[in-house]
């Protein structure tokens, strides 16, 4: 271990909470992934030891630097609502880390995913989101169709072994899984644009869900509603803190929302964690004056899906939350209503 991650692993004497890691080390050992088993095994000395993990994990830049490429390019990540992109022509775009992306409809309704960047001079081809019959270049006027073909180069014609062929926008993973949609940035993947499909369902369901997707399928997740509005926040946070806040849902609400904890028996709360994702379940205590049960239904169930996918379920509705790194100490908080 070099000198840079010692100081990475350098811990402070504070008692906290834990959960056991052995599933998920025996996950990660099984996929090779010596960097994160390293982690992982650090983190079950401080757990042992009732220590916190050391600051730097939540401060450092060089740590996040990790995570964004360790994380976030490499797997499954929830990038918007299938309701988004109902039609043909629909987009919208978007950034992961150092990744700017566009996921469009072509005129067949086939969903894609691109690198939001001029094969040319790697200007940003689009920005926001709507309808589009094209993606044209802002600054020399490339085009490229909704299927990631180039159209049109300007003024290339003269250009020898120039084919246009050549230079369609470079493609990104992407699928759907009940009302998400989501890409997957590893670079280990084969990105020819005459190749790359939009992946089964079946395969990201395995590859993102594991074993919680019967559980989720179970509650509704997947099939019974439908998006309704999306809202972005900027958190002075590391994404960790963020994330941190949301699992240990059950050992903070009694005392930081006493209002809201008031509607459950949290004598019922409960924690379910498998390698990929954390369950918390608590049954409804409703004070029939204020109708609380009509509102939260008879129970509340809150998912944490690695890394960064927060999803909250009671009574009709579904709140989501998507957790992205802008800094150490800056996250992006985008925030999905379905009901």
């Known amino acids: 271990m070099g000198e840079h991650e010692r100081t990475l692993f350098r811990y402070t004497h ?48 060089n740590f996040l630097s990790l995570e964004v490429d360790r994380v976030f ?26 990744v700017e992306y566009v996921i469009s409809r072509d005129e067949n309704g086939n969903l894609h995913a691109f690198h939001n960047v001029c094969r040319h001079r790697a200007s940003l081809i689009s920005s926001g989101c709507g309808q589009k019959s094209c993606f044209v270049c802002p600054y020399h006027g490339w085009t490229y169709g909704m299927d990631g073909t ?72 997947d099939t019974l509603l439908s998006y309704v509005s999306r809202h972005e926040y900027t958190v002075n946070s590391n994404w960790k803190f963020f994330i941190d806040n949301f699992i240990d849902g059950g050992y903070h609400v009694p005392y930081a929302h006493t209002g809201f904890s008031s509607g459950f028996n949290l004598d019922t709360y409960t924690t379910t964690i498998s390698d990929k994702f954390s369950i918390q379940e608590c049954e409804s205590a409703p004070n029939e004056k204020d109708g609380a049960l009509s509102r939260i239904g008879s129970r509340g169930f809150y998912v944490f899906v690695f890394p960064n996918l927060l999803i909250n379920r009671y009574g009709p509705w579904m709140e989501t939350n998507r957790v992205y790194p802008i800094g150490p100490n800056k996250c992006q908080s985008s925030f999905g209503l379905l009901p």
């Open 14 to 61: 504070y008692a906290t909470t834990g959960s056991s890691l052995e599933r998920i080390i025996g996950y990660h050992a099984s996929h090779r992934d010596a960097f994160w088993i390293r982690i992982f095994r650090y983190i079950l000395k401080v757990k042992k030891h009732a220590l916190t993990p050391p600051s730097s994990w939540y401060t450092d830049p």
């Open 73 to 98: 390019y490499r797997g499954w990540q929830v990038v918007g609502f299938t309701e988004q992109m109902r039609k043909a022509y629909d987009f919208f775009t978007g950034r992961l880390g150092r």
């Open 150 to 221: 180039l159209l049109k180069a300007t003024r290339i014609s003269r250009i020898e072994n120039f084919s246009k062929n050549n230079f369609g926008l470079v493609p990104i993973q992407v699928s759907t899984w009940g009302p998400f949609i989501l890409i997957n940035l590893d670079e280990d993947i084969h990105h020819d644009y005459h190749q790359m499909k939009v992946i089964d369902t079946k395969t990201v369901e395995k590859q993102w869900l594991g074993s919680s997707l019967k559980i989720l399928s179970r509650n509704g997740i």
